[in-house]
């Protein structure tokens, strides 16, 4: 409405005047209307441009569940947090985690070649962050597992999804940490621009975190940081300790086996029955086998199981092996039995 009557003020403005003598005012008049129509109060659609406040919100992204934060951390999460989030100043910390907590991340990918994360900032695109640490080689690897599989402890632990920081030692003792002890072993980077060698951003800090709660709850992604699946490493664990305690270590020592006295005759002198079961050059093989001296050896040296239950794992084993055991001696102590006419049946088959 005040556009049309700007404009209709202009037509009688100028009806009225000289054009030559009245230039000014109609340059005065025009440069009116063109500031009304310039005015945003003639634009209802019009919304002035606001900077983006806080990041992007993402839907379904992975989120920062830990209610101790980055306190109480177990090893080896605790240095691994230390080391990347030392240098970041509290307020950048805190809103680091925020954008943990939020679900900010895209994607984390954590393998043997480091850690790859997608973090939805304030851009339409997702930065892109990556977490390197130096990788030990082949031959270092295959030294640390031959020194573990000399103890079963690391293997039993391992095994049992626990992590003592025990584990270091065969590390140290190559001169090697499994956990990086400075920033010269751990690259960060991120395209946000603001990450710097000495100084990370608030991306990075983010994705810091979110490693830290998986190491919390897979601590053999320690492993994997370093350049060895954690899984691989347990193979590679157990297929050493079989090898290194063939025919050296037992759960016990056997027991010396008593001389019965009998001895089997010549092999000429049963060719005839050799192939039969329960023959005469078998005449002791009816008796019984000895007891074993220690029961359930292995279940005890494996120690407590670390699966919860109304029964201990252990003992429930344990008696299916008796079980099992003494069904194994019924049959064979009723093959054992087996009447002379059902041994001349098999003969006249064999005939």
């Known amino acids: 409405m005040q556009l049309n009557a700007e404009r209709d003020a202009l037509a009688e403005s100028l009806a009225k005047s000289d054009f030559v003598s009245d230039v000014p005012e109609i340059i005065n008049t025009v440069s009116v209307g063109l500031r009304a129509i310039a005015t945003p109060s003639f634009a209802p659609n019009f919304r002035a441009q606001r900077r983006q406040e806080g ?8 989120r920062f569940r830990r209610k101790e934060n980055l306190d109480a951390l177990p090893w080896p999460a605790a240095p691994w947090t230390t080391l990347l989030c030392e240098s970041a100043p509290q307020g950048l910390l805190d809103e680091a ?15 043997a070649h480091g850690v790859e994360a997608a973090v939805q900032g304030r851009e339409p695109r ?12 082949g031959s270092d690897w295959e030294r640390v ?38 920033m010269k072993e751990v690259r960060c980077t991120c395209n946000c621009g603001q990450c710097t060698p000495t100084a990370s951003c608030k991306h990075v800090v983010c994705v810091a975190a979110l490693l830290a709660e998986r190491l ?20 590679r664990l157990q297929e050493a300790r079989a090898i290194a305690t ?21 092999i000429d002198a049963c060719l005839a029955h050799f192939w039969r079961p329960l023959g005469e050059c078998t005449p002791d093989s009816t008796e019984s086998l000895p007891e074993p001296f220690a029961a359930h050896a292995l279940l005890k040296r494996l120690g407590q199981s670390p699966l919860g239950g109304k029964f201990p794992l252990v003992g429930l084993l344990a008696s299916i092996y008796e ?13 054992g039995a087996l009447p002379d006419a059902a041994l001349n049946d098999d003969s006249s088959l064999d005939d």
């Open 216 to 235: 919390a709850g897979d601590p053999l992604l320690a492993f994997t940081l370093r350049g060895l699946d954690g899984q691989k490493l347990l193979e």
């Open 246 to 266: 063939r025919g050296i270590a037992r759960a016990h020592s056997m027991p010396p086996i008593a001389d019965s006295g009998t001895h089997a005759p010549p």
């Open 323 to 335: 079980s099992i055991a003494l069904e194994g001696q019924k049959l064979r102590d009723e093959e």
């Open 126 to 137: 997702a930065y892109q962050v990556r977490i390197d640490a130096d990788v030990f080689s």
């Open 97 to 111: 985690l925020d954008y943990a907590r939020q679900g900010q991340t895209a994607s984390l990918i954590i393998t």
């Open 145 to 182: 597992v031959q020194i573990m599989a000399r103890e079963a402890l690391y293997s039993a632990k391992l095994l049992a999804g626990e992590m003592p920081p025990q584990v270091e030692a065969p590390f140290q003792s190559l001169g090697l940490t499994l956990v990086p002890t400075s």
């Open 55 to 62: 990041p992007r919100r993402l839907k379904h992204g992975i």
